[in-house]
């Protein structure tokens, strides 16, 4: 039986291209019929800029369409129509310089090729009044934190407005991924955001693979889900750990971090890093589970099992964590659609949103899984879809495990990569889809990589959650969104 994650492929040449205007108000057309944006990027090409956009039907289909148009003339903005394309479009007119005209809030994603020190003259917005004051956080935070700047607005201790200020660390990751051969790079791939190493990884193997024609045996696609799901359970109790820490709830702070650790070394157990690093191959997997190693890993499974229902149980009927939690940092489902969040804070908001059910292929077709989705949009809300999602991957993990028991497969050559095309990849991490889209050239030389981690569409998600709060549980809802500085930054 032969499968793929959800990949969609075009030939380059076979993508509709359109005039800057009727492009335009066909993608506006198609998002008012409830078509929802994956990703929207630019090449540049001495002062032309190819802009390209994939949407997602209601039938869960891709559908790709291109314009191409003069950096000075550009085009008119979208964002007022569907602020879901905010970032999209502020991060095209930073990276090509492209003009779009009447764009609400043309500010940088990340400060790409500027100084620096340009990042402290941004005008940040002002609330005016005397009793209104600012509070400046960041962007040097203590212990490991990344580094990013948060600029709240309150009247007394209340937030009316934040303003999230990120491109500290930007590395130029996009560019990188150019300069040597893709099937190399893997590694690099790894730490564009090393907690989730899996996800990035299987993005970029599985556009790889389409664009070489590599089709993998079910039991690799299930070996690659089994990585990606203990990377899921473990960032799931780190983020349960933290807020249980920032809400001095103790218990929950100690056991759910213990059980962190049980769930990282078992994905060392079976690669030899406890953050899945090495994992994915382009070809395959470097996973192994020899009938030696075979019973840990079921113990460990059955430990988190057993152990996890009994911290929950404490979790969640703790008034203390009730009281901090409930109705603390919402989201309605209408704020979250519009600003077309992904992943485990748009099903807290109450929309259905998994790319693991994108496809009638691969490992959750032949085990599937159940996402879980809450409507209230709450710390409470989040915390609660982490402990179903954790007690899912854990019962799927279990039966993948019993069903497919050996992942003994040499891995495939991965050969020259089709001419002109253009691969699309779509994986649920812990956090929600990771987007990896490979274009390649007359000689199958990659020519534009894009990546895309959810952090990206879900800061603004942080901001607009925060407002009405008070300033003392922003920590709270910080870390129940769990959100990436460095998947930003790129």
Same mark, same amino acid.
């Given at each position: ?9 075009v ?36 002062d032309?800029?190819?802009v ?28 007022t129509?569907h ?33 620096q ?20 956080v ?16 309150c ?29 190399s ?14 996800a ?7 556009a ?9 045996d ?11 799901e ?34 990282i ?32 890993i ?15 149980? !404490? ?19 209408a ?11 748009a ?24 996402p ?23 019962s ?28 699309i ?11 990896? !889209? ?9 020519v ?42 790129l």
């Amino acid at each position: 039986m032969k499968a793929s994650m959800t990949v969609h492929q075009v030939a380059v040449g076979a993508i509709p291209s359109l005039e800057p205007g009727p492009w335009r108000d066909e993608l506006l057309k198609q998002l008012r019929a409830d078509m929802r944006v994956v990703t929207l990027y630019g090449k540049r090409d001495g002062d032309r800029v190819a802009v390209t956009a994939v949407l997602q039907a209601s039938d869960r289909s891709l559908h790709v369409s291109r314009t191409e148009v003069a950096a000075e003339r550009g085009y008119h903005e979208m964002t007022t129509e569907h602020a879901a394309l905010h970032c999209f479009e502020r991060e095209l007119h930073e990276q090509t310089g492209v003009r779009i005209a009447g764009h609400p809030w043309l500010k940088p994603i990340r400060y790409e090729g500027q100084e620096q020190s340009a990042m402290n003259a941004h005008p940040f917005y002002k609330i005016e009044g005397k009793e209104v004051h600012e509070v400046a956080v960041g962007p040097i935070h203590a212990g490991v934190i990344e580094p990013g700047s948060f600029r709240f607005m309150c009247l007394g201790e209340q937030v009316h407005h934040l303003e999230i200020h990120l491109g500290y660390q930007h590395r130029g990751v996009e560019r990188r991924l150019l300069e040597r051969d893709p099937r190399s790079l893997t590694p690099l791939i790894e730490t564009i955001a090393g907690d989730t190493s899996v996800a990035h990884a299987w993005a970029h193997c599985s556009a790889l693979e389409s664009l070489a024609g590599c089709r993998l045996d079910i039991e690799i696609e299930l070996a690659r889900a089994v990585a990606l799901e203990l990377e899921r359970v473990a960032m799931h109790l780190s983020t349960l750990a933290g807020m249980a820490a920032d809400i001095g709830f103790l218990q929950g702070a100690t056991t759910y971090g213990r059980l962190r650790t049980t769930a990282i070394n078992t994905m060392m157990r079976l690669c030899g890093s406890r953050f899945g690093k090495g994992a994915l191959r382009p070809g395959g997997v470097r996973m192994r589970l020899p009938p030696e190693t075979l019973p840990d890993i079921r113990a460990n499974l059955d430990l988190l099992q057993a152990d996890l229902p009994i911290i929950d149980d !404490c979790f969640l009927m703790a008034r203390t964590v009730q009281h901090r939690l409930r109705s603390t940092g919402t989201l309605t489902t209408a704020q979250a659609r519009e600003l077309g969040l992904v992943g485990l804070a748009a099903r807290a908001s109450g929309i259905e949103i998994d790319a693991r059910h994108l496809t009638e292929q691969g490992a959750y077709s032949v085990v599937p899984i159940q996402p879980a989705v809450l409507p209230d949009g709450d710390c409470w809300a989040r915390a609660r879809v982490r402990i179903a999602e954790i007690e899912a991957s854990l019962s799927w993990m279990s039966t993948v495990i019993a069903l497919y028991a050996s992942w003994e497969r040499p891995r495939l050559s991965i050969g020259e990569l089709a001419p002109d095309q253009l691969a699309i990849s779509l994986v649920e991490g812990f956090r929600g889809e990771v987007v990896h !889209c490979i274009e390649t050239g007359a000689h199958g030389e990659v020519v534009h990589y894009k990546v895309q981690d959810p952090s990206f569409r879900n800061w603004m998600g942080l901001a607009l959650a925060v407002r009405g709060n008070e300033i003392s549980d922003f920590p709270i809802c910080n870390k129940s969104f769990d959100l990436s500085y460095c998947g930003n930054d790129l």
